[in-house]
């Protein structure tokens, strides 16, 4: 397993001002912010698996088919026109894929997909959490983030500006100082500007939206498709530098193929509105890829697929097993019993499909970067000091563990299974790995939690 990666987009904005008495208001911005997924960044330290999965779509993410998802727009950012677009884009998907994207106001305490309208000027790119991920993050975070910067036509207003158009007269309104007004500034006003003629660059603003709620319906970016892209790999990283990106940052975003892979039975599709534009000095063999603004027809039948509107399950459905809530990891020693009670609080959720899973709870060292090896044949789990539960997890229930005062899910771990580990602490880790019932393998990290450091004194 690897580290979480925290992946923020960083973009130099250029620190020019501009007066709106000067002519000179040209700018070299990027073209476009590149997306990120964002997977992981929310979950618990450390061990989060942000390779598994990572493919054209990750069937382990998707919603329940037929789910009405609650959308919001946040902190009141947006004027009604960039609202409307964004919203009209985003449903483009429910034509095809058996969801209702319900947006809601502002104000709804609990919903799915929150989105950030952001700017040039805060450098979050776009970005989405990716399926039933967007319900591991709080309430009060964004699950999406879009840079308006890209929708909006900023030449239409900085002409306003330069000639004392409405825009230039909103501003005053507003009080803005306008001999001292910078990018910035004007990145983000133009989001709330309620011109009654928005100037959008309505392309980038449809193909981004429906880019990003790809994403949230969960589909991966379509250059992950195994094999299609022969990589120029030192050009690749050597562009992305430029964007602040480092060589793992590159790799998970652009460059890597994960192992599992749920293609779902679709041919690599280059006109998926899930494809990075990809210059031909980024490949080997000049293979390049526009571009794309529209929804494929290879999109759409997969969407069709995830989320059919003729039956109640989809064939691609894979048994899922989702945890989330997990308050804390308590272990205590009881020297009545002579042993460690090892008590996970936590949440887990299943889809459609009957589903495997292993709660396990290991020794590690005090720094929690080693397990500690057994000669335990009972307490083992592949070699180190271990204890599990296997548990066959029904459809479509929700269970919530260890809720009231009569404990309902507790690992027993007896003092004299545990190794002689002379004096030192060690800690108690408690993973869940969803069991692939078609291979018998352990395949999915889903969760995981590390306990204090302990010591057992004989
Ligand atoms: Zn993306």
Redesign the pocket.
């Known amino acids: 397993m690897r580290k979480v990666l925290i992946i923020v987009l960083l973009f130099a904005v250029t620190g020019i001002q501009v007066n709106a008495q000067i002519k000179e208001l040209s700018e070299k911005r990027p073209s476009k912010s590149?997306?990120?997924?964002l997977v992981g960044d929310d979950m618990l330290p450390g061990m989060a698996d942000t390779t598994t999965g990572r493919s054209v779509a990750d069937n382990y993410k998707t919603w329940e088919n037929g789910s009405v998802l609650l959308v919001k727009f946040m902190n009141n950012v947006g004027s009604p026109a960039i609202r409307e677009r964004i919203t009209r884009y985003a449903k483009e998907w429910e034509k095809f894929a058996n969801i209702t994207l319900k947006f809601v106001p502002d104000n709804t305490p609990t919903t799915n997909i929150r989105i950030r309208l952001g700017s040039r000027r805060d450098k979050l790119g776009?970005?989405?959490a990716v399926g039933v991920d967007n319900d591991q993050r709080a309430q009060t975070r964004q699950t999406m983030n879009l840079d308006t910067s890209d929708f909006l036509d900023h030449d239409f207003f900085i002409t306003e500006l330069k000639t004392g158009g409405p825009f230039y007269k909103f501003l005053q309104a507003k009080g803005k100082d306008l001999t001292k007004y910078t990018y910035p500034q004007f990145y983000d006003d133009i989001i709330d500007y309620p011109s009654p003629l928005p100037r959008f660059k309505e392309k980038v603003a449809k193909g981004t939206t429906m880019?990003?709620f790809?994403?949230a319906l969960g589909l991966?970016?379509e250059q992950s498709y195994p094999g299609a892209i022969k990589w120029n790999k030192d050009t690749v990283y050597k562009y992305y530098e430029r964007h602040d990106w480092d060589k793992a940052k590159t790799d998970f975003n652009v460059l890597e193929v994960s192992e599992q892979f749920f293609t779902n039975g679709t041919a690599y599709d280059p006109k998926s509105i899930?494809h990075?534009s990809i210059p031909s000095w980024q490949t080997l063999d000049g293979y390049s890829v526009d571009e794309n603004y529209e929804m494929s027809d290879g999109d759409k039948r997969i969407i069709a697929a995830m989320y059919p509107k003729d039956k109640k399950v989809s064939d691609l459905a894979v048994p899922k097993v989702i945890v989330s809530n997990f308050v804390k990891l308590e272990v205590k020693k009881d020297d009545v019993k002579k042993a460690l009670i090892i008590t996970p609080y936590f949440t887990v959720k299943t889809g459609a499909k009957l589903a495997n899973a292993y709660y396990v709870a290991r020794l590690t060292t005090e720094d929690g970067q080693y397990y500690i090896a057994t000669s335990s044949l009972k307490y083992n789990w592949g070699g180190n000091s271990g204890t599990y539960l296997k548990m066959n997890l029904l459809p479509k229930t929700s269970k919530t563990y260890n809720k009231l005062l009569r404990k309902d899910l507790q690992l027993v771990f007896p003092y004299k299974e545990i190794p002689e580990l002379a004096g030192k602490n060690f800690r108690v880790e408690f993973t869940v790995y969803q069991n692939n019932m078609s291979t018998g393998k352990l395949d999915r990290f889903v969760t995981y939690s590390l306990s204090s450091p302990l010591s057992l004194v004989r």
Do not use: D, F, K, W
Request: proline share 7%; glycine share 6%.
């Open positions: 590149p997306c990120t997924t776009h970005n989405s880019h990003e790809g994403h991966l970016h899930m990075y």
